[in-house]
C-alpha cells in the first residue's frame, strides 16, 4: 500500500495521536500498526518538525518516539518527550527484568517471557533489607511493578494480573552500558545507605 494521504477513513491522525500517547504495539492494533508502517515516511516527516524522531522495530513489533537532539547553531525545541528520574526500586527492577529476558533469548524457545509475580518479588527480595512483612514486601513490588508497567516495559496479561510480560521494547532502552552503570551505581548505594533508609526506598 502507497502513503496517500487521501485515502478513505484516512488513518493518519490517529497514528500520530496514537505515538505521542506512548509506545505503539502491533499485537495491540494490527490495523493501527499496518497504517503505520504504511504511512511511516509521512509520519517521520511530520514528527520531526516536533523535534521528535520515530523508531520503529518491525521485526519486534513496537514503536515509539524520541526526541532529536538540537542541530548545533539552532535554538532547541521544548521537550515533548519528558525526563524522568527513577527511584532505585524501580531502576532495578528494570535492569533484573533487562536481565532475566537476556538470560530468556540466550535459552531461546518461547518469544515472549512471562513472568509470575511471585517471582519478580522473589527475584528483588536480596536487594532490600530483611522484611519481616511478606504482604507488605509484596505489595511495595508490586506498586513498583505498576510504576514500570506505566513506562510501557512490562504489561498484565488479561484475566490475570498475576502474570506479568516482559516487553522487548525493554532492550532498546537498557542496553549493556546502562546496565554496567547502574551496576555501578548499586554497589555504591549498598555501600552507602543505612537500614533504615533502604526501607524507605522501598516504600
Not at 517521520?44 to 532529536?68: I, K, P
Amino acid at each position: 500500500m502507497s502513503e496517500n494521504s487521501n485515502q478513505p477513513n484516512d488513518m493518519f491522525p490517529r497514528v500520530i495521536i496514537a505515538l505521542l500517547k506512548g509506545i505503539v504495539y502491533r499485537d495491540d492494533d494490527q490495523i493501527l500498526w499496518q497504517a503505520l508502517t504504511d504511512l511511516q515516511m509521512r509520519a517521520r516527516e511530520y514528527l520531526a518538525v516536533m523535534g521528535l524522531e520515530l523508531m520503529l522495530d518491525d521485526s519486534e513489533g513496537y514503536a515509539w518516539l524520541r526526541q532529536l537532539a538540537p542541530v548545533e547553531g539552532q535554538e532547541a525545541l521544548p521537550r515533548l518527550i519528558t525526563r524522568r528520574q527513577l527511584s532505585y526500586p524501580v531502576s532495578l527492577l528494570i535492569a533484573l527484568l533487562r536481565r532475566r529476558l537476556a538470560e530468556h533469548d540466550a535459552f531461546g524457545g518461547e518469544t515472549r517471557l512471562i513472568l509470575p509475580v511471585e517471582e519478580i518479588v522473589e527475584m528483588c527480595r536480596t536487594f532490600f533489607p530483611a522484611n519481616a512483612n511478606d504482604a507488605r514486601f509484596f505489595d511495595q513490588i508490586g506498586t513498583h511493578i505498576n510504576k514500570v508497567a506505566e513506562l510501557g516495559f512490562v504489561r498484565k496479561l488479561k484475566g490475570n494480573d498475576q502474570q506479568i510480560e516482559v516487553c522487548r521494547i525493554i532492550r532498546a532502552f537498557v542496553d549493556a552500558q546502562w546496565l554496567n552503570e547502574f551496576d555501578q551505581r548499586l554497589r555504591e548505594y549498598q555501600s552507602s545507605i543505612t537500614p533504615d533508609e533502604a526501607q524507605k526506598e522501598g516504600e
